[in-house]
């Protein structure tokens, strides 16, 4: 009998001591997941990429704590190039979160919901998922979390042994901008380096100053949330994602499928996991953001997100399989054309090509010359856009209006080993035809294998969905 209650009491304490064990091994191997995006803010944006203009400490200490990414990839528009880094699914995969000012149908696993079910408490404040409207989606709330009005006010209120996720969605650097703010922040306009699809004049580069002292007010909100994470001596064991949703918001970027459009600065760290100061040169999306923190916090990841894990990667625990190519996709952005249809695109893009399709090849690219009062809508406005419009007919930026504004071919190809800027469309020259036939066809294998809707130009459905 003595013996019995002795052997009960060992074996409560031994229940009793794993199940506290594994409460802690689990407490500390879950990290926190900490997504801080900035919205409009392109590659190569940012002092550790090499820009001497901007200044970005703070993202650039998260890129020297962990990795620096080069060749980061998304989709063009907010909300689609959002619903993406929830799901791990493409856009098109996404039903009317395909588009701008739609929804995102509850029924897609997002990591962040996914998180809360295992115990996470979850935030976002500012700009989550959007714009569109949530609600008909199923959601109570944004799918990035519900919302706080700033990260300490969410911060607070977390135990010592609660891992959390949160989305910092800054308005930053979205236009409109204070005219000349760059300027008056103390950066001369002699120093911009103009990319070479702008003209390069005053207006353009001070412009330029103004988008840039806006990336450098998100760097500094950046700033103080690590700063109250590293009080508390949670830096070491949070997941910390540092992007933009789309490129900069000038003609022929943001809403578009050349670099200037889709291609983001990115930066990850995990000090507890993830060794400082690797580059990766390698192709990622925001496709392979949510299976990655779903990993990273032990979950089992869907089969319907279909982007990679990152993580066996980025901790050095295996060797994988290097992306060589990625691919990109735009439907509706703003509503800026008769009937409110889109501009429906698909690109491959490789170390040395760039093929876009161009699916309704008689729309405007920039949206209709006049639509309403709005000209060229899906090209902000700006005193950049403004310029190139009052200008058009001058020698100098007619070439710079023509490539931003005017329509486009079925097919572009640019050789990225020439013209790295992506200006002239190679893909009638003839000795680019075995290049154009191969990116071609791995365009349309991955439609198909992604149930893409435009596959054989189909597709028009989604011009029916909801525009909120
Ligand atoms: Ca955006």
Known sequence: MRKNRQTGLKAIFILGFLTFFMAETKGQQAPNILVLIADDWGYPNAGVYGDNVVHTPNFDRIAKQGILFTKAFTTPSCSPSRASLLTGQWPHQLEEGVHLKGFLNKKFPNYVELLAEQGYVTGHTKK??????????????????????????????????????????????????????????????????????????????????????????????????????????????????????????????????????????????????????????????????A??????????????????????????????????????????????????????????????????????????????????????????KSPTKDYMMTHKDDSEVAPFFERAFMKRPVEELYDLRVDPDQLTNVVDVKRYAAVRRKLRKSLDRWMEETDDPRVDNGGDYLEDYPYQ
């Open 128 to 289: 989550g998922w959007g714009p569109g409207t949530y609600q008909l989606g199923g959601y109570e709330h944004n799918p990035s979390g519900p919302r706080y009005p700033d990260f300490e006010s969410f911060f607070k209120n977390i135990a010592d042994d609660q891992p959390f996720c949160f989305w910092f969605g800054s308005h930053d650097p979205h236009r409109p901008y204070k005219e000349g703010s760059g300027v008056k922040s103390g950066k001369s306009i002699a120093d911009v380096k103009v990319p070479a699809f702008l003209p390069d004049n005053a207006v353009v580069r001070s412009d330029i100053l103004d988008y840039y002292d806006e990336i450098e007010r998100f760097d500094s909100d950046v700033g103080k949330i690590l700063l109250i994470l590293e009080a508390a001596g949670k830096l070491d064991n949070t997941l910390i994602v540092i992007t933009g949703d789309n490129g900069m918001p000038f003609p022929r970027a943001k809403a578009n499928l050349y670099d200037a459009g889709t291609r983001v600065p990115l930066a990850i760290s995990w000090p507890a996991r993830i060794k400082s100061g690797q580059l990766c040169p390698d192709f990622v999306g925001f496709i392979d953001l």
């Open 291 to 380: 299976p990655t923190f779903l990993a990273a916090a032990d979950i089992q990841i869907p089969d319907a997100m279909v982007g990679t894990n990152l993580l066996p990667f980025m901790t050095g625990e295996k060797v994988v399989a290097r992306r060589d190519k990625m691919f990109m996709e735009r439907e509706r952005h703003a509503r800026v054309r008769e009937g409110n249809v889109g501009y429906p695109s698909r690109a491959i893009r490789t170390n040395d090509f760039l093929y876009i399709r161009n699916f309704r090849p008689d729309r405007w690219p920039a949206g209709d010359p006049e639509f309403g009062s709005v000209r060229f809508g899906d090209i902000d």
